[in-house]
Every structure is written in C-alpha cells, then in structure tokens.
C-alpha cells in the first residue's frame, strides 16, 4: 500500500545527489525507519517540534549490489560493512548517513514486504521515496501509527532480545500502547535478557532517561513483559503502601514513575543537556528505592489512626540506587552524582516557612559536592525535589526547594574551598595523623557556620582551637 505525501522530509544538502547516483545506477533510494515516522508525527500533530531521526536509506532493486557498491564508492566516501542488507555510510558534507542494499530476485523491482520483515515494529517498517513522494506502508504501520500502538512485525522480532527493551525505548518518547500479542511475545523472550551484554542495555536505558517523556509508561511495560527483572531494586517497590495523606497516587512504584515523569518536563522546560537531563531523571526514578525496606505500617492508637511511615528511606535508599545504575552499565560519574541526591532529597523539608539558614545551605551544597567538590549542584538537587512533590498525582504538594537555590544565591552559589588546609596544621607545628581529619572536619563546620569567612578569620580560629586543645 502507498500514498502521495510530497515534502514529507526535507532531503539535507549534498544528499540529494547520493539519492540521484543511486538512481542512476539502478536502485530505488528510501528514505526507512525513524525519520519517516517522526516526519509523520510531526505532519499529524501539525507540529514544528524539534523530534527527529537520522536519515537512513534502503535501497532496492539494484541487479548487482556489489556493482551499485562500486559506483558509489567512485563518486562519494562510502564506508562498507557488507552487501545484501549489511549496513553501509555515506559521508557528506561532514555528516553520515547509513543505508542498506535490499538483495532481490527481480532487479529494479521494490521487495518491500521482505525487507519489512527484518524491522522491529510496523510504525518503523514505513519508507518514504523522495522522488516521487510515494509513502510505502507494506505491514500497517500508517494505521499503528494513527492510533499511537506499537506492534511488532513479525516473530523475527525475537531474533534479538533487545528489542524489548528497544520497545520500551518507544513507549518512554511516544507514550503509545503496545499490542497485546507484542506485549506477549517481549514476555517470552524475558529469559533471555540477562544475557544481553551491558553495553547494549545501558544503551537503551541512557535513551530512556535522556530523551523519555513517558517514564510511566515505561515503568508499565517493563512490568507487563516482565522485564523489570532487570532493575530488581526498581520492581521490589511495586506493591510498597505509602500514606495516603501525602502519596494519594498509590504504591511507591507508581510514585517513582509520576516522579520521573515530572523530572523530565522540567529538563525540557529548562532545556537540559543530555547529561543533565540523564542525571535529573535517574535521581528522580530512584529516590525511593530506601522505602522497600523502611517502610512500616504503625498501627492505631486512642490518639490517632493507623501512618505508613519510612524513616530513613533516603539514606536507605542510597545503595540500592548505586546498585540498580551499576547492574545496567551506567557510567561511574552518573552513578556517584545519583548518590547525593538521593540521599539529600529530603532536606528541603526540614525547614519552616522563612526557609532555610545560611549554615543549612552551605552545608547542603558541601555534601552534595562531596569530598572532591564534583557531586551535583543544588540546582540539580532542586530539580529532583521538584519532581518528588509533583509526582504524587493529586496529592502533589508545593516544592520548598527553590527557597534553598535562592538562598544559596544570596550566600554564594557553590560551596567554598576549605580556608584551613592540613599545610596550615604542619605550619602550625602538627604532624599528620588523626588529629588532623578532626579539626579539618571541625574547619568545615566552622566555615559553614559562617564562624570562619576569609583567610584570616580562618587561622585566627585554628590558632584559638590549638591554645584550648594546649593550654600550657
């Protein structure tokens, strides 16, 4: 099945030509896969949204595509990984675009149902002939597309296992159903994702948290297939009761999907980097994790009714967060920045309505630093506290966690260096040893309390703190 859609996508500068020397030489250029089905979201939502694909081609019907090959490479830098439907690039004008030779029987002749097979799913078997305009839609996709389902093609989807998780990939950027029979086949193939090399499941889960808008979705189809064996420490929080005076939205599972959903509006409110935006949405998706083994339901007292408590959690929740982020193969720095503000995620609440205090803040800002001074900002930290309180359905509560950035404006946005350095203990007569952490440790608090502000201050309090230590 086809139809005319002229100017669906805008063919870049220089490709133009790759697609004419492909004509030339006897093969149909598509143009296949995500930049067709962006280009058709983007036409059916009549929108000028930044959403996009790369540009891939397919092309078909060539009689020989080791003589296509060599044509090509006469004429522009292609870089060949093999032939019949091996992937091959094409560098022009500094950018590179893939494409693949469809290996057929009947030369100059479209074989569109053979290659759709070898796709994951319908909405990305689509192909799109920039010459005459023609949409090829051979397994349904258009219509999958129109009603926002995803569907695999065919039982070739369980060639690679990924593809589960590629699917949840789609369910996080697109907020589509899945097909009941696709949501069965990705559960039988659930045995085999342990074997899955963690480069490749990193992957996808770094495609989920930089570029997902429906983290609960997500969260849901990972449930369905059963593949939430993968985050263990993630699934273990399904069924875990919060109260429902602040958690009217159910089980602490549901809460970390709202949270994530909200940590991810506000990185496109705010237009995050990638690696911001990575950062903003794990924290928020794992800050919970502390509450599967601290929660405790107190029972009811003459004074009042039965609480769901979890004292603790945040501190609790540190290690499984660490663990979770390290099992999927994230990288080391995003798993040490996690740490902190999940850790911290409740500070903001331990103040009252004038908010927080110079000290309080200083010392927020050095622990989320840590011990390098490379840990996550307090904005970063605001975001996550953010996407807490919002993500509580309809008992979302206002944050408190702009009272402490603005107050860390005022007392200097980043945590200070120490003004006492164990160089000015050896200068002041100590030798290194344990007593040197101590009064280190006690520099900071000092500092912090705003007790010590500038070099002098500083050694006049280490000079007073080793006459009292030292009377004689």
Known sequence: MSTVIPGLIAIPAGLDRFVAACRANGAVPLIVGGAVRDAL??????????????????????????????????????????????????????????????????????????????????????????????????????????????????????????RVLRLVRFVALLGFEVAPETVELARSLEPRAASLPVERVWNEFERILTGGVYLSAALSILRKTTWDSLVPELAATQGIPQDARWHAEGDVWTHLGLAADAAAAFAVRDDLSAQDRRLCVAAALLHD??????????????????????????????????????????????????????????????????????????????RLAGAHGTGPTIDQWARVVDADCAGRGVSAIPSRAAAWVEA?????????????????????????????????????????????????????????????????
């Open 41 to 162: 979201l983007r036409r059916r939502d009549g929108s000028d949204s930044p959403r996009s694909s790369d540009i891939d081609l397919q092309l078909h019907g060539a009689a020989s595509p080791e003589q296509l090959i060599s044509a090509l490479h006469a004429e522009f830098a292609v870089h060949s990984r093999g032939v019949a439907f091996e992937t091959h690039v094409v560098r022009i004008e500094a950018s590179d675009y893939e494409f693949t030779i469809a290996h057929s029987d009947l030369p100059g002749e479209l074989d569109l149902s053979a290659s759709a097979a070898r796709r994951d799913l319908t909405i990305n078997a689509l192909a799109w002939d920039p010459a005459s305009a023609e949409l090829h839609n051979p397994v349904g996709g258009l219509r999958d597309l129109e009603d926002g389902v995803l569907r695999h093609v065919s039982d070739r989807f369980a060639d690679d296992p990924l």
């Open 289 to 366: 994790l502390g509450k599967v083994t601290t929660t405790v339901i107190e029972p009811a007292s003459s004074e009042s009714d039965a609480r769901i408590t979890s004292r603790g959690h945040e501190t609790a929740g540190v290690e499984p967060a660490m663990a979770l982020l390290r099992r999927i193969g994230a990288p080391a720095e995003l798993v040490r920045a996690v740490g902190p503000l999940v850790r911290e995620h409740m500070v903001a609440m331990s103040v009252g309505e004038n908010g927080p205090s110079a000290s309080a803040v200083r010392r927020l800002m050095r």
């Open 408 to 472: 860390a404006r005022r007392y200097g946005g980043t945590p200070t260096a120490p003004l006492v350095t164990g160089r000015d203990l050896i200068d002041a007569g100590l030798q290194p040893g344990a007593r040197f952490s101590v009064l280190l440790a006690a520099a900071v608090e000092a500092q912090d309390e705003g007790v010590i502000d500038d070099r002098a201050s500083a050694l006049h309090w280490l000079h007073t703190q080793l006459r009292r230590q030292n009377p004689s």
